[in-house]
């Protein structure tokens, strides 16, 4: 089978920074990505990685440990906007199909 | 990045009529789409992964009488809602790429009355 767990909720506030967890087990694995749907919207892309350590892409950080089956999205100096839903989602190869978690919805406060 | 525009947005039906739902990919080619269904404060489910100028791969579980994919060029893939019912209200999206980022279209509210 396959899974992605993620927390499902998460409360920040502004200025704050937040670690999203994900832990996966698949069948396959190509590599880890990162996505935001605000309410009624298309996700859009976050972060990728392929292999293990950190990728930072400004305000936003992935990591990934092959070993471990796990990742996180940090997402640092928070603002309102950044109220969103996040998923994780796993690839089996390039350019291929993803199979997302659960999500996380993350509101920031003021 | 890739540009991919999903048409229609929103739209309601009468139980038992069929919905074409597109996707074109608009400034690339795409030989692969993917297809979702997400249901309110939930994941996005792989339904298939549309082929061009061949029959679609349906995951575990999806009908593919009911949900009729089309991948008839490299720039448009369509989804038929065929027979829809109330339980096929859903908010239906395609993607393309995913190299690794995926492009996707608007998404598309499909409410069955």
């Known amino acids: 089978g396959q899974s992605l767990e993620q927390p499902s909720e998460v409360t920040a506030v502004e200025g704050a920074i937040v670690q999203i967890n994900c832990t996966y087990q698949?069948?396959?694995?190509?590599?880890l990505s990162w996505y935001q749907q605000h309410d009624g919207g298309a996700p859009t892309f976050l972060s990728y990685?392929?292999?293990?350590g950190l990728e930072e892409t400004g305000r936003f950080s992935s990591f990934l440990s092959r070993s471990d089956s796990y990742g996180y999205l940090l997402l640092q100096e928070l603002q309102m906007k950044d109220s969103a839903s996040y998923f994780c989602a796993v690839s089996y190869n390039q350019g291929g199909k993803l199979i997302f978690g659960q999500g996380t919805e993350l509101s920031v406060k003021p | 990045g890739a540009v991919v525009s999903q048409h229609p947005s929103w739209v309601i039906c009468k139980s038992g009529t069929s919905v074409k739902i597109e996707c074109r990919s608009l400034d690339f080619q795409a030989t692969t789409m993917f297809w979702y269904r997400q249901f309110p404060k939930q994941s996005l489910m792989l339904m298939a992964t549309s082929n061009e100028g061949s029959k679609a791969t349906y995951e575990q579980g999806v009908e593919k009488d009911k949900f009729l994919i089309n991948h008839a060029s490299l720039t448009l893939s369509t989804l038929t809602v065929t027979s829809a019912h109330p339980e096929d209200s859903s908010f239906y999206i395609c993607?393309?790429?995913?190299?690794?980022?995926?492009?996707f279209g608007q998404g598309t509210r499909l409410t069955v009355v």
């Open positions: 698949t069948s396959g694995f190509y590599g």
């Open positions: 990685n392929g292999l293990d």
């Open positions: 993607s393309a790429l995913g190299n690794p980022e995926a492009f």
